[in-house]
């Protein structure tokens, strides 16, 4: 079979959550939108369902599958309904609900429901995607009182900038927030990973850990609490082929990568039909054996390439990390101008395979 595999490790992805409710003494919601970025979301909260006080997805298609796998926890819709037919299923399967904006506030008033609904209620403190504005917000909670149709409202944002430490915005969005919500009796949630790992000053009931529970940093610089993450995925594959390149021959498509001394190339079984980035240049770290090396030419469907030149040792067979613990996602991502959110994401046709430490020691 062919070696291109995904490593998803349950026990890092526990203790990635433990971090998150243990840097922000809240509770916290688990982000398992999106497959649980590219992690597999039955099986992620299947390892996080002991301990987990819930967790959050996209959209009611994503928490009817964990529902189905036998998930009991709360699940918050984080972007509420996409149509009101859809009010029906979240109360028969208990789901939270997002509401961030008015025409959802006004189906859910013309709905009639049987029992009331936990809702978390968005402001938009400034990232302007999203949200009630600071004076619908005020109504729109007045509004949710008085329906009965309500049994809770969490009061929410989300900031646009908590990955960068030294940026005003996400204070700025802190003092919108917390105009917006005086006099209001409410629990509050506003701290994603960033805002987790970076922001300790921010006030929250409820945390909303995402990118951090699959062990990945959400800074482009180093960051003493995200440097205690431990990586959940580790993409990995073999070599299939060596060949000695004289200087001056190239290597792949376009010939992007000309060897200036004679080169040992090994081949390797990745390629952006994987998910691996095929805009990854040359230089891009790699471990082939557990040893440091390079990605060099261009990413091709099937397959991509590393210098083997100082690594006499390696050849046919050699396992190559191109992600995991010692080379990190969010490395390989800078490299490729994108974040370890989107590569996580665009994981494909790579086989997963969940290690968990409980069950095998
Ligand atoms: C996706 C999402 C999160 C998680 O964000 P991370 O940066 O991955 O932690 C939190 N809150 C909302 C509203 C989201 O959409």
């Not at 995402?210 to 070599?239: D, H, N, W």
Request: charged share 25%; proline share 6%; glycine share 6%.
């Amino acid at each position: 079979m062919r070696p291109a595999r995904a490593l998803i490790d349950l026990q890092a992805l526990r203790q990635n959550y433990r971090l998150a409710r243990e840097l922000s003494s809240a509770r916290a919601l688990a982000v398992v939108k999106a497959d649980a970025y590219g992690h597999g979301a039955v099986r992620c909260a299947q390892a996080l369902d002991e301990d987990a006080d819930g967790f959050a997805v996209a959209c009611i298609e994503e928490a009817l599958e964990l529902r189905a796998a036998g998930i009991g926890k709360p699940i918050l819709l984080l972007e509420g309904f996409f149509e009101a037919s859809e009010l029906a299923l979240i109360e028969q399967h208990e789901l939270w609900c997002v509401v961030h904006s008015n025409w959802q506030l006004e189906a859910l008033e013309r709905t009639p429901l049987r029992k009331p609904l936990r809702i978390w209620l968005k402001l938009d403190s400034g990232m302007h995607r999203v949200g009630l504005s600071p004076l619908e917000f005020r109504d729109a909670w007045r509004r949710l009182q008085a329906s009965g149709k309500v049994e809770r409202i969490v009061l929410m944002s989300h900031f646009a900038r908590a990955d960068e430490l030294d940026c005003p915005r996400s204070r700025e969005q802190l003092v919108v927030f917390e105009q917006a919500r005086q006099g209001l009796q409410a629990e509050v949630s506003l701290r994603n990973s960033p805002a987790i790992l970076g922001w300790p000053e921010v006030p929250s009931d409820w945390v909303r850990p995402g990118i951090m529970l699959y062990g990945a940093s959400p800074f482009e610089q180093p960051q003493a609490q995200a440097s205690r993450l431990r990586p959940v995925m580790t993409l990995e594959s073999k070599v299939i082929s060596v060949r000695e390149l004289p200087a001056g021959e190239p290597v792949g498509y376009g010939a992007a990568f000309v060897a200036a001394r004679p080169t040992r190339v090994g081949v390797v079984a990745m390629g952006y039909a994987d998910g691996y980035p095929r805009h990854a240049p040359t230089g891009t770290p790699v471990f082939v054996d557990g040893q440091p090396a390079r990605l060099i030419g261009r990413v091709s469907m099937d397959m991509l390439t590393v210098d083997l030149s100082d690594l006499p040792q390696a050849g046919l067979g050699s396992r190559v990390e191109l992600w995991g613990p010692n080379v990190l996602a969010s490395e390989v991502a800078l490299r490729a101008e994108t974040i370890p959110y989107e590569l996580f994401c665009n994981l494909r046709r790579a086989e997963r395979i969940y290690l968990d430490a409980k069950s095998t020691n």
